[in-house]
């Protein structure tokens, strides 16, 4: 029987844990995404600790007038932002099982611009 689209995901996602680890140097840049919304974390794996979270359902986004995927590089921008206050300039980039194309890579470009090397 073949596997659901989400047991698929979820089977790449753990096939790509397995090899991506965040450390308290080089934090994991986490994105998780739905059909409305994207979400990013930035993790500590070694401590288990969220670093710095940014979401398309946050205030500062705007969404009116704009699609998902310019939504998704605004908030790659502002977890690069609260990245960089916390002190981290660079991380590890977990695509969380998803296709590394359209929102997913609109996100990477918008951290890559508030200043994330990865």
């Known amino acids: 029987m073949a596997l659901s689209k989400s047991e698929k995901r979820n089977r790449i996602h753990l096939r790509i844990r397995k090899t991506i680890s965040g450390t308290a140097e080089r934090p994991r840049l986490c994105v998780f995404r739905s059909n409305k919304e994207i979400y990013a974390q930035i993790i500590d794996d070694l401590s288990g600790q969220t670093l ?67």
Do not use: C, M
Request: glycine letters at 14%; aromatic letters at 6%; charged letters at 30%.
């Open 52 to 118: 710095g979270a940014a979401s398309s359902r946050d205030k500062g986004i705007v969404t009116s007038d704009v699609n998902k995927s310019e939504i998704a590089k605004l908030v790659g921008k502002a977890i690069a932002e609260k990245a960089v206050k916390s002190g981290v300039e660079s991380v590890v980039f977990d695509r969380g099982g998803y296709l590394y194309h359209g929102r997913v890579k609109q996100l990477a470009e918008g951290a890559r611009e508030g200043g994330l090397k990865f």
